[in-house]
């Protein structure tokens, strides 16, 4: 299971909606020796990941800091989902390579100085908004239906609550990041003028 959590007591509600979703009786533990619960803890973490690598408003970081330890390498904490080298660094380019950061261009994992990076973090499921909880629950009792049910009636129910709730994590995105029609640069001006030198940098 990838990134494990700490905070069950929060999750099991989540998971018994799951259940209920499917028509399974509720839980009042976690016990992963119960096939249906393994079934709908997994996936509820692993659609909890998916969803939270898509990047949005309250688990997205622009110019963090990263600071290479005594061996001149910089160590990727587990809890990242995407990273990737500011727009400052244009003539550079990384990625994640054996748990820490790679430099593709120097080919070294050697770095010399602090860097800054955009970074999408995964968060435990406490730490989410609850629009955002609300649609993991809905897209991962989808997925258990499919997996444990096979109801294509139910199946088709399940999508469309799954899409509604898509609707409101998406507005409760917009709401929160202040989006504009002239787009919204990271820590700046929110109108971005034609820049001629812009063009010919490409």
Not at 124 to 146: C, F, G, M, N
Request: charge should be negative; proline fraction near 6%; aromatic fraction near 14%.
């Amino acid at each position: 299971m990838p990134f494990p959590t700490t905070n069950a007591k929060y999750e099991l509600p989540a998971v018994n909606e799951i259940l209920a979703s499917v028509g399974q009786a509720p839980v009042t533990t976690l016990d992963q020796t119960n096939p249906d619960v393994a079934i709908a803890y997994d996936t509820l973490i692993n659609v909890s990941r998916e969803v939270q690598a898509e990047g949005w408003t309250f688990n997205t970081e622009y110019d963090y800091p990263f600071s290479p330890d005594s061996n001149k390498h910089i160590q990727i904490p587990n809890n990242i989902l995407q990273l990737d080298l500011t727009d400052d660094y244009r003539y550079q380019d990384s990625i994640r390579r054996d748990g820490k950061l790679y430099d593709k261009v120097n080919h070294t994992y050697e770095w010399e100085h602090e860097v800054r990076c955009d970074v999408v973090w995964f968060f435990d499921w406490v730490d989410l908004p609850k629009p955002i909880q609300d649609y993991i629950v809905a897209r991962a009792a989808t997925i258990v239906s499919s997996r444990i049910v096979g109801d294509g009636q139910q199946y088709q129910m399940l999508q469309q609550k799954e899409a509604y709730t898509r609707a409101f994590a998406l507005e409760y995105e917009c709401n929160q990041g202040d989006y504009t029609f002239f787009g919204h640069p990271k820590g700046g001006n929110f109108y971005n003028s034609y820049k001629p030198y812009q063009t010919l940098a490409r």
